[in-house]
């Protein structure tokens, strides 16, 4: 009995340790510690774009080159590579989607980024811009219409443009870039390993054009015009020019960083503020404190000394899924909130179950020991269906969600998990306890007046 009591404690101790770091390393509650540690300071709530605001972007992507049948899949990966680079920025949790080619966006495929915490207009597009575009061309066939460019002086040059066309290997299909240097010329290059995809079309393109010259684009600028001499089939390809050494190293982290399967063009950009804002924030807090007051005050009056015990492990449920929202951490929404607060409700039902079986077993004439650990026993199996199914629905909603509402999935399923834990784990240790008393008058008198109703 000693060691559950110690145990307990403990529990106590941690507890108490785990709030002190949720609400030190809040900004908002410790503007007046100046001289906390750069931990501290760096471990605040992350909040979502429509609760702190950021940055909306639209652009359009030019798939005038890609195959009907292919736009689906190439806006994907555009969409994909754009949260890749964007991710790589440190931005937490960017919306990026895909609009497709109908009557509201006019027959145009767009695509939207939503950049929570993101102010910077400028930096929010160099994020974006600063991917590149790569592209592979052939030299169009001889009766091709030639192209002339005419400047402001009247004089016409020929549109080099005209000279390649467009084929299906792009950015899309490269694996990796890495930096080399000619042995010879001790020049920097780069090299690319396309995918088995892209391996097989720079075989098939290398084959049909032997003798003649293959372009290499980027942003819509050749940058290398080499002659092909033979099949190249293990899909590589070396990238040279008058690059310096830092130059090469930017572009290879540029490449390895995601180039665009589709050329893309800004339509729109602007900072927003949050949709809700820091005042719907403490609204919602507000209203939590308010509603676990209420649910506490239930527990007490209906419970007494087992509510009580329902009260502190909900507190201790509360300061650890805080801390891990800190930690892991999690973009906080207004959705993601609300399956927060969904899940303390879980926990509280949790307890219910638990005591309502331990007054079944104590009306039965059961010791105070007996009816604590039976009670516990039989409440498992209804709190482990539950749960259970929380869970299932949860990862189905994380899994084929959008990003609203992942943010809400995310945080109900850690809820759900970390409530199991408190109401199965640290109430069993606390009623365990506190029934030290074994069973005199003064255990009888504060398990039945508050259960045996």
């Known amino acids: 009995m000693w060691k559950k009591r110690i145990l307990a404690l403990i529990i106590l101790i941690l507890g108490a340790g785990v709030a002190f770091f949720v609400f030190k390393t809040e900004p908002q509650l410790n503007k007046h510690f100046s001289t906390q540690s750069s931990f501290w300071k760096q471990t605040p709530f992350r909040l979502g774009l429509d609760l702190s605001g950021g940055t909306h972007l639209i652009y359009k992507a030019d798939i005038s080159q890609i195959k009907p049948g292919q736009v689906s899949d190439s806006m994907n990966a555009l969409r994909d590579v754009i949260e890749r680079r964007v991710n790589l920025f440190g931005v937490s949790e960017p919306v990026v989607q895909v609009q497709e080619g109908g009557f509201v966006s006019g027959g145009e495929e767009k695509l939207i980024v939503d950049l929570p915490g993101v102010t910077d207009v400028e930096k929010a597009t160099q994020m974006i811009g600063q991917t590149p575009l790569l592209e592979f061309k052939t030299e169009a066939p001889k009766d091709a219409p030639q192209k002339l460019n005419v400047d402001k002086d009247g004089k016409a040059t020929l549109d080099v443009g005209s000279q390649f066309v467009s084929t299906e290997l792009s950015g899309r299909y490269l694996k990796q870039a890495t930096l080399e240097f000619d042995q010879n010329t001790r020049e920097p ?62 572009l290879v982290g540029r490449l390895n960083s995601g180039a665009l399967p589709v050329p893309i063009s800004l339509l729109s950009r602007q900072t927003i503020g949050g949709t ?18 209420i649910v506490a005050l239930f527990l007490l009056l209906w419970y007494r000394l087992p509510g009580l015990i329902a009260v502190l492990s909900l507190c201790i449920y509360i300061v650890i899924i805080l801390a891990l929202f800190k930690l892991l951490p999690v973009t906080l929404t207004a959705a993601g909130i609300a399956g927060f607060i969904i899940s303390i409700g879980i926990a509280v039902d949790a307890n219910v179950l638990i005591f309502e079986r331990v007054k079944e077993e104590l009306k039965a004439g059961r010791t105070v020991s007996d009816a604590v650990a039976s009670g516990f026993a039989r409440a498992w199996f209804s709190i482990r269906d539950s749960n259970t199914s929380s869970i299932i629905t949860a990862i189905i909603l994380f899994w084929f969600g959008t990003s609203l509402i992942k943010g809400f999935a995310l945080t109900l399923g850690m809820g759900v998990l970390v409530s199991m834990f408190s109401a199965i784990t640290i109430s069993r240790i606390f009623l365990s306890a506190i029934s030290f008393v074994g069973e005199g008058k003064v255990a009888r008198f504060l398990f039945n007046s508050g259960i045996s109703k």
């Open 189 to 250: 290059k780069v090299s690319l390993q396309f995918d088995d995809t892209g391996t097989a079309l720079f075989a098939k393109i290398t084959k049909e054009n032997i003798g003649k010259m293959v372009a290499i684009y980027l942003d819509g600028a050749p940058i290398s015009t080499p002659v092909v001499r033979e099949e190249i089939p293990n899909g590589q390809a070396v990238i040279s020019g008058n690059f310096t050494p830092t130059e090469a190293k930017q």
């Open 276 to 293: 809700l804002g820091i005042s719907a924030v403490h609204a919602g807090v507000k209203a939590a404190i308010i509603g676990f007051l």
